[in-house]
């Protein structure tokens, strides 16, 4: 078992950054890929970014890439996702995900953290 916990979310405006951290606690961290997905009100879960369990390996969703970085500290069993100029269109709830290797498909995730939520201004 992995337990999940985000944090970081907010309100910020357009053009800004944040920070989201996801906390990670049971089962070995640094065994697992982790995977960010967000969902807005109305539209389907869909992926952010995934990182492989040493960090060597990063998947972006092509919307965010060149904005968002994933990345982890599994000394501290924490993953992160640093996002920059950030759009009203990436306002959604985060949530953070554990899976065996770094995919980008939501069926392969074992473990799901609560969720933050991101709103951007306009």
């Known amino acids: 078992q992995v337990q999940l916990v985000e944090s970081g979310g907010g309100l910020v405006q357009a053009g800004g950054s944040l920070r989201l951290s996801c906390a990670a606690s049971?089962?070995?961290?640094?065994?697992?890929?982790m995977g960010w997905f967000r969902q807005a009100p109305g539209k389907e879960r869909e992926f952010v970014a995934a990182?492989?369990?040493?960090?060597?390996?990063?998947l972006y969703a092509g919307s965010v890439k060149g904005r968002f970085t994933i990345s982890r500290d599994n000394a501290k069993n924490t993953v992160y996702l640093q996002m920059n100029s950030l759009k009203p269109e990436d306002t959604a709830g985060y949530y953070c995900?554990?899976?065996?290797?770094?995919?980008?498909?939501?069926?392969?995730?074992?473990?799901w953290g609560q969720g933050t939520q991101v709103t951007v201004s306009s």
């Open positions: 049971g089962r070995t961290f640094s065994s697992y890929a």
């Open positions: 990182i492989s369990w040493s960090g060597g390996m990063r």
């Open positions: 995900a554990a899976a065996p290797k770094p995919v980008t498909t939501i069926r392969d995730y074992d473990y």
